[in-house]
């Protein structure tokens, strides 16, 4: 049977739009009804009825999700999807979150803490530290699958990957911003964490691209802002008076409203090339106010969906994942798309 979330990939549309076309609930147009309903009868969609959904919704296993501070919209974002496949029969679960600040400590005490709830797997977005790899390969030797979301950890033996392939995000980044400054700028670079390797890799792919290609871009800067809105704004006060040379901002993680903020505040023009990742309400508030460039997204909703369905096939069907990564896409927004 087809999954809602999968007839919704394919029509463009939101998961919700096909719940009340499939469902006759809601008002939909006509033309949408029409593409919503030919994909449904493309993909042998079979609707369940409610009872047995929220049956298997009962029955579901326990399944925990660490991530980092809620602050950061793309992990809200991520913990959505898994909510809206959990609402599709075969995927039901009971998720255990837990959302921490950028640290290993909290992230540790985190994994404990949902294991100790009764977690029979684990999805996390891993801090970078060798005990986390410890505490990973741990609950692996127990039987407990556990698959990283969004950015992924070296030396583990975790069962697969789910997210961006994040050096070619980072070569998109790099490429773009080529592009829109005409091989010719000098870039501070804003990140999370230097201990996220999914951000580390973003910037590898960054750096490689554009000293193959534009060796004029230069980065004079790079720093972090733990995904933080007001440490964000702090941090670009600061490095934009230190470095007044600088033509374009890099955002490789969170804390772009804070940033851009920070910027709108500064210039009453936009002075800056400014690339960002993710559509979150930040992103689309300062790209109409013109001050972002343009924003990659990665799918971060998408990642949570298919990250909780390995999740529940490795628990409840014993079945390994068809590839150990699974990259979603990596898509350009400007202000006439988003």
């Known amino acids: 049977m087809s999954i809602m979330q999968d007839i919704a990939d394919k029509a463009g549309v939101s998961r919700t739009t096909v719940d009340k076309v499939l ?175 999914g951000q580390e890799q973003r910037i590898a792919g960054f750096l490689e691209k554009v000293q193959k290609e534009y060796p004029g871009i230069t980065v004079e800067t790079i720093v972090e802002c733990k995904n933080e809105d007001y440490k964000c704004y702090d941090t670009l006060q600061r490095i934009a008076f230190e470095f007044p040379t600088i033509t374009s901002f890099v955002f490789m993680a969170g804390g772009v409203g804070g940033g851009c903020k920070a910027l709108y505040q500064m210039t009453a023009r936009p002075n800056y090339h400014i690339i960002t990742i993710d559509e979150i309400a930040a992103t689309v508030e300062y790209m109409n106010k013109g001050i972002i460039t343009a924003a990659i997204c990665q799918e971060p909703r998408r990642q949570g969906a298919i990250a909780l369905t390995i999740m529940v096939d490795a628990i409840v069907d014993k079945k390994a994942p068809e590839s150990e990564l699974n990259y979603t896409d990596i898509n350009i927004r400007i202000k006439e798309n988003i």
Do not use: W
Request: proline share 3%; hydrophobic share 35%.
């Open 23 to 197: 469902n006759e609930k809601g008002n939909v147009s006509d033309s949408t009804r029409k593409k919503v309903l030919a994909i449904a009868k493309e993909l042998s969609y079979e609707p369940e009825t409610a009872s047995v959904s929220l049956g298997a919704r009962k029955k579901g296993p326990k399944i925990g999700f660490v991530s980092f501070s809620e602050e950061d919209q793309r992990h809200k974002d991520l913990k959505a999807g898994m909510y809206e496949r959990m609402e599709d029969d075969g995927y039901a679960a009971d998720l255990i979150v837990r959302e921490t600040p950028m640290y290993a400590d909290a992230q540790l005490a985190a994994i404990d803490e949902v294991i100790k709830a009764g977690a029979k797997g684990l999805l996390i977005t891993p801090y970078d530290d060798e005990r986390i790899v410890e505490k990973i390969n741990e609950l692996v030797k127990k039987n407990i699958p556990v698959v990283t979301v969004c950015s992924d950890i070296e030396g583990t033996n975790r069962t697969a990957y789910v997210g961006s392939n994040n050096m070619r995000l980072g070569h998109t980044v790099g490429a773009l911003l080529g592009l829109v400054s005409q091989g010719h700028a000098e870039v501070g670079i804003i990140t999370g964490s230097r201990d996220v390797l």
